[in-house]
């Protein structure tokens, strides 16, 4: 478990931690599976709080 919460990068992508929120799965997502203004803002302060 504690893998998830090291660091990641793949030489493209660089990650702080592995932990996921996808929309769909939090019930955040708009019809079409995207995120608004509002659900990234929140994503971002509980991103914050690792």
């Given at each position: 478990?504690?893998?998830?919460?090291?660091?990641?990068?793949?030489?493209?992508?660089?990650?702080?931690?592995?932990?996921?929120?996808?929309p769909m799965a939090?019930?955040?997502?708009?019809?079409?599976?995207?995120?608004?203004?509002?659900?990234?803002?929140?994503?971002?302060?509980q991103s914050k709080?690792?």
């Amino acid at each position: 478990m504690s893998c998830l919460l090291t660091e990641f990068n793949n030489g493209k992508i660089q990650l702080h931690n592995r932990l996921v929120m996808p929309p769909m799965a939090t019930a955040n997502a708009d019809e079409q599976g995207r995120m608004n203004r509002d659900i990234f803002q929140f994503n971002r302060k509980q991103s914050k709080r690792l």
